[in-house]
């Protein structure tokens, strides 16, 4: 990590860094007001006036001549947190909204293909090569004055990208304090998810230093650092609607770790009061103590039964508040429960399970159920569920409820009737189980117990359920064993058969396709197929026939091969595939010499390359000028320039490259011109 970086993080950490709930009221703020609909494109931050007086920017260190550069401008508006950046003057009634930001001035090395006029938002020239772009600037904010005021918040809506930890080109926040500047944060890069080159307005707080508490000489800096190394991306940075405020006095509140107790129980209270309280005055009014000044009391008893109100007054130097809860605290006598339960129903098949609800009066804690014969025998839960009963009879039940005060024993003889309730047993069958693809069965209902409904499942089959008693045309279309299950259902119950590999598909036996494979773009593969009298393929795209049992294939891109054979004697089809996977071999070559001499050799400079499906092959000189670019691989550059020969020389050349697997590179290189 850079030192500045680690400079910036240190100063969040001294002064609170970035909050995400704040007790304020704002008293300054700033939105670098607006141009009335036109647009404002260039105009220089430095000596720019808004409705709180003069902006300043002020070099810190050496600058380049291209230096980036403070605007004050509606080249990149303002919108609203959430919102992506949109630069270009944006109209919303009549008006449009301006905001500081930096971007490149003209003429800067890459300003043609970022901005030739300068000012287009925040676009910046990162450098890199050729004249240098080194930044270091503050943009300052008119005198604030503070006075009365304390434990102050800077807020501020804001995008940032530029560089990473290493080569830093980005904004970091500093504040004057009347005789000097202090760093205070380095707010963290926004998001990305609008697309490269735009930001997500994003809102950012910090504390300022104590020494802005009451002081009417402060200042607000944004410094932009810019090390011309030539890796960073836009957005630079943008911000707008710049607020300060300061503390607001306490809010009261509180809970209560019980509020319904029984006599002499004691309690203990938690202050949830906001803007940071710095005392407490609480008052229990028929509890033991009856008052408190810790900010959160403990071991408060309640020796008598009723109805109590408990009050919390806050303080800090801003102010205080009183919060009273009337009847707040409910003390009960406390006696033990009296129990008492009902169960879903009393009379009911075998194998049936059952739900149990308490209910018991007088504040049970705890239950103790008996089930004589059931599955689970017992059990703690207030309201068991899924008690079941294999075997008929009649049957108790049981239940102690307790609390802290005593217990309460309720047994209901005989409560539950369980009668025998007989299954239905699933069976079926088929008048034949081997058939050919594409050809359909019947089944039929051999389930006993009188069964009153059926749900048949025939995976791989069309349909694949049925609710008759006895489907019929249940189509298999593709070879092979299948499973086929039935639940049968009466008045009692379900039962369930699956018979396993029950239905065997298997149209043509000795039926087999080559296998699957991977080659490069532009190679063949023979297709094999057997076990049958004839054969059809598709797709036919790639292929040199569509029929016989060997066809040599050559596809594009990675395919699918289907083929259809058929056995005249049974007149069953099997179908098979085979997947081809197409491999691409990506690569492209520029020459780093060629001598355009009209002598019939290296005439031309080609991008050329395997698998390329767009390209842009841009040629630029020694100043940065582009004297050739195209985008079709198959016209090259003759080492002319507005029709003219150019001297010999050294040329760099930016390549993008687009293959046909969607991959794509950016490169650049150095190529010589010789006659």
């Given at each position: 990590m850079s030192p500045i970086k680690t400079l910036l993080l240190a100063g969040l950490l001294i002064f609170g860094g970035p909050s995400t709930e704040i007790n304020a009221q704002g008293f300054w703020s700033e939105d670098f007001g607006s141009t009335g609909g036109t647009c404002d494109q260039g105009n220089p931050a430095n000596s720019t006036v808004t409705s709180n007086g003069v902006w300043i920017v002020t070099p810190q260190g050496a600058q380049d001549i291209f230096a980036n550069e403070w605007y004050i401008s509606a080249t990149e508006p303002g919108l609203n947190p959430g919102d992506c950046s949109a630069p270009g003057c944006q109209?919303?009634?009549?008006?449009?909204?301006?905001?500081?930001?930096?971007?490149?001035?003209?003429?800067?090395?890459?300003?043609?293909?970022?901005?030739?006029?300068?000012?287009?938002?925040?676009?910046y020239d990162p450098g890199g090569f050729q004249i240098e772009v080194l930044?270091?600037?503050?943009?300052?904010?008119?005198?604030?004055?503070?006075?009365?005021?304390?434990?102050?918040?800077?807020?501020?809506?804001?995008?940032?990208?530029?560089?990473?930890?290493?080569?830093?080109?980005?904004?970091?926040?500093?504040?004057?304090?009347?005789?000097?500047?202090?760093?205070?944060?380095?707010?963290?890069?926004t998001s990305q998810a609008c697309g490269a080159g735009f930001g997500v307005w994003t809102t950012f707080t910090v504390a300022l230093p104590s020494a802005a508490d009451n002081n009417p000489n402060v200042k607000i800096g944004f410094r932009w650092r810019n090390d011309n190394g030539g890796t960073g991306t836009?957005?630079?940075?943008?911000?707008?609607?710049?607020?300060?405020?300061?503390?607001?006095?306490?809010?009261?509140?509180?809970?209560?770790?019980?509020?319904?107790?029984?006599?002499?129980?004691?309690?203990?209270f938690?202050?949830?009061?906001?803007?940071?309280?710095?005392?407490?005055?609480?008052?229990?009014i028929g509890a033991n103590p009856s008052t408190s000044t810790d900010q959160n009391p403990s071991n408060i008893c309640f020796p008598a039964a009723g109805t109590y109100s408990v009050q919390l007054i806050v303080s800090n130097i801003n102010g205080s508040d009183t919060l009273t809860k009337v009847?707040?605290?409910?003390?009960?006598?406390?006696?033990?429960?009296?129990?008492?339960?009902?169960?879903?129903?009393t009379v009911f098949c075998e194998r049936t399970c059952m739900n149990f609800t308490d209910l018991s009066t007088?504040?049970?804690?705890?239950?103790?159920?008996?089930?004589?014969?059931?599955?689970?025998?017992?059990?703690?839960?207030?309201?068991?569920?899924?008690?079941?009963?294999?075997?008929?009879?009649?049957?108790?039940?049981?239940?102690?409820?307790?609390?802290?005060?005593?217990?309460?024993?309720?047994?209901?003889?005989?409560?539950?009737?369980?009668?025998?309730c007989p299954l239905p047993v699933a069976d079926f069958n088929t008048f034949t189980q081997n058939i050919c693809s594409n050809r359909c069965v019947n089944f039929f209902d051999l389930s006993t117990e009188n069964p009153i409904a059926w749900s048949w499942y025939f995976p791989g089959a069309s349909p694949d359920t049925s609710s008759l008693q006895n489907p019929t045309n249940i189509c298999y279309a593709v070879d092979g064993f299948y499973d086929v299950r039935l639940i049968a259902t009466n008045q009692n119950g379900s039962d369930t058969i699956i018979k396993y590999s029950y239905i065997n598909v298997e149209s043509v036996p000795g039926a087999y396709v080559s296998p699957d494979t991977s080659m490069f773009f532009g190679s063949s593969y023979q297709l094999n197929a057997g076990g049958g009298s004839s054969y059809s393929w598709a797709p036919s795209a790639g292929l040199d026939t569509t029929g016989g049992f060997s066809p040599i294939a050559t596809p594009s891109t990675s395919t699918i091969y289907t083929v259809a054979i058929v056995d005249s004697s049974t007149g069953c089809i099997a179908i098979r595939q085979v997947g081809i996977t197409i491999l691409h071999n990506n690569k492209f070559f520029v020459p780093n010499t060629f001598s355009p001499n009209d002598d019939g050799y290296n005439d031309v400079l080609y991008l050329r390359g395997n698998n390329l499906y767009?390209?842009?092959?841009?040629?630029?000189?020694r100043w940065g000028e582009k004297v050739f670019e195209t985008t079709d691989a198959s016209i090259g550059w003759d080492g002319r320039y507005k029709g003219?020969?150019?001297?010999p020389a050294v040329f760099m050349y930016v390549i993008t490259v687009n293959y046909n697997d969607k991959k794509t590179i950016t490169e650049s290189g150095n190529v010589t011109l010789v006659r």
């Open positions: 109209t919303n009634a009549g008006s449009t909204n301006r905001t500081l930001h930096v971007g490149n001035v003209p003429g800067s090395p890459n300003a043609t293909t970022l901005c030739s006029t300068g000012d287009c938002g925040a676009v930044t270091d600037k503050r943009a300052e904010s008119p005198v604030i004055d503070c006075s009365g005021q304390s434990g102050i918040f800077l807020t501020f809506d804001y995008f940032e990208y530029g560089d990473d930890f290493i080569n830093i080109d980005n904004t970091s926040i500093e504040f004057w304090d009347g005789v000097s500047w202090i760093l205070i944060a380095d707010p963290p890069r836009s957005p630079s940075f943008a911000v707008d609607n710049v607020r300060l405020s300061g503390a607001l006095p306490p809010t009261a509140s509180f809970s209560a770790s019980d509020t319904v107790l029984c006599v002499d129980d004691c309690i203990s938690t202050d949830q009061s906001t803007s940071n309280p710095s005392s407490f005055s609480w008052s229990f009847d707040y605290i409910t003390v009960n006598p406390c006696n033990p429960p009296t129990a008492a339960f009902i169960a879903d129903t007088g504040g049970a804690t705890s239950w103790e159920w008996i089930f004589p014969g059931g599955t689970p025998s017992s059990s703690t839960n207030p309201n068991p569920l899924g008690i079941c009963y294999f075997t008929p009879g009649s049957y108790d039940v049981t239940l102690i409820a307790g609390n802290s005060f005593g217990y309460d024993t309720l047994t209901i003889p005989n409560y539950l009737t369980i009668d025998t767009g390209i842009r092959f841009s040629i630029f000189d003219k020969d150019l001297d």
